[in-house]
């Protein structure tokens, strides 16, 4: 009881005034918290349809400037081509014909909305898959080739990109023509699981029976070339060649940084360091790519069309 009494003793000589005061300074003392401030909606920049924005020098320019090449006319920036632009910038005019044009992907592992999305991308692109191959010659000189269209769920390598590779190279075997592959590509297809990834190897057995038959194979590395495609038949051309600044790599950056815990160069993956590095033989600017093909044919006496 007296305890009771003490403290209820205690608390009449506690003033209201002085309890205020003790709340005042226990809530200074505590960290403020800072009020949210109403965030604003960005607004997102108009761009009329007949215009595009650099990603390199942030200059809205009209598609129509670009050319046939698909360069910015303000920084060089190369945009990606199609396969359909790329052979015409490159093939001799009139000479491509078109191998395994009805060739469509099944869906080996049921995956799904998959088939739905292979023919959505086919009525938008005019493509049947991520790749066009055939024959044509290049500054008249005979060759096969097969050109990768990032348009078609980014380039990625299936069965059918396996395949109509496949018989690229089967074709320039026996027929004993150069083979040129244009490379754009995120990898092998996930949709397709295993079946995605027996490509890499399909391709690259089909690579070393062309090469021993002692045919010519060039590669030219177009942004971007990553994933199984890089692992495999992307590097194993007799040359290598690159466009400026293009992406080239296996797994993405931050992964390789998790894994080895160090901080990689900013030019890391780029054609520039691949060729520092002598992984690539030589980077050729977009529009002086035919001339180089040409004189890599030439050198290497490569058929020429009237033969």
């Known amino acids: 009881m007296k305890l009771i009494d003490n403290i209820k003793g205690g608390l009449d000589k506690i003033s209201v005034e002085t309890l205020k005061e003790r709340a005042e300074a226990i809530k200074n003392a505590l960290p403020k918290v800072s009020e949210k401030k109403e965030e604003k909606p960005e607004t ?15 200059n809205i320019i009209e598609k129509k400037s670009l050319g046939s090449l698909k360069i910015c006319p303000n920084c060089a920036k190369l945009f990606r081509m199609n396969a359909k632009d790329r052979i015409k910038a490159i093939a001799d005019e009139g000479s491509f014909k078109e191998m395994d044009i009805n060739m469509e992907a099944a869906n080996p592992l049921n995956f799904p909305d998959y088939s739905a999305k292979i023919k959505g991308l086919q009525e938008k692109t005019g493509l049947k898959d991520a790749v066009k191959t055939g024959t044509c010659t290049i500054g008249g000189y005979r060759c096969v080739i097969g050109v990768m269209d990032s348009g078609f769920m980014m380039g990625s390598m299936g069965s059918v990109v396996g395949e109509k590779l496949t018989r690229v190279f089967e074709y320039g075997t026996e027929h004993k023509l150069p083979v040129i592959i244009f490379t754009c590509s995120g990898g092998a297809r996930m949709q397709e699981g295993i079946v995605s990834l027996m490509q890499m190897a399909k391709v690259s057995a089909a690579v070393a029976k062309h090469s021993e038959a002692g045919q010519l194979y060039v590669t030219v590395l177009t942004d971007p070339t990553t994933g199984g495609v890089t692992a495999s038949f992307a590097m194993l051309g007799d040359i ?3 466009e400026p600044k293009t992406l080239i790599g296996f797994a993405g950056r931050r992964v390789i940084e998790q894994t080895i815990k160090q901080k990689l160069p900013d030019e890391f993956q780029t054609s520039e360091f691949l060729l520092e590095h002598g992984f690539v033989d030589a980077i050729v600017e977009r529009e002086k790519l035919p001339d180089t093909l040409k004189t890599i044919l030439k050198l290497h006496n490569c058929k020429k069309e009237v033969e």
Do not use: F
């Open 240 to 242: 290598i060649l690159a």
């Open 44 to 58: 997102k920049e108009e761009i009329p349809e007949d215009c595009i924005k650099c990603p390199s020098c942030n």
